[in-house]
């Protein structure tokens, strides 16, 4: 057992991930000598910030914690999500998440990793004509 008291700072999500100001903490990592992938990081999303288009090697379930913000799935329409909800994001599918236009939104993302340790694959930004209320 390994109990975590002390939190690194909180980290600027990269531009090439996210459109807007993102903030991203890291709840657990596992240490190197563990065989477990499992990721957590909780994620604050400021009006209208968003992630770009991406996928998650063994899929990836967000719990919102506060605010309201929008999902959607390649394909499919955008779909909101508020505070109390859960997604699940299966394996391999490209989907994109992030605060509504006039909202703040936190969620929590758990994912595992692959083999080698990637997370997700990162695609293109959300373009405006794209995003509601842009």
């Not at 999500?81 to 605060?99: L, M, P, Q, S």
């Amino acid at each position: 057992m390994q109990i975590t008291t002390d939190r690194p700072p909180s980290q600027r999500g990269p531009e090439e991930w996210f459109t807007g100001a993102v903030w991203l903490d890291e709840i657990m990592v596992p240490p190197p000598a563990s065989q477990s992938r499992l990721r957590v990081l909780s994620v604050h999303f400021t009006p209208g910030a968003r992630t770009a288009w991406h996928r998650h090697p063994v899929g990836q379930a967000l719990y919102v914690t506060e605010g309201a913000g929008l999902v959607q799935r390649r394909g499919d329409r955008v779909q909101p999500i508020r505070a109390g909800d859960t997604v699940w994001i299966e394996a391999g599918e490209w989907h994109w998440h992030g605060a509504g236009p006039e909202t703040f939104m936190t969620h929590l993302a758990v994912q595992e990793t692959d083999e080698a340790g990637a997370a997700a694959e990162w695609a293109e930004h959300v373009n405006a004509e794209d995003y509601p209320g842009t």
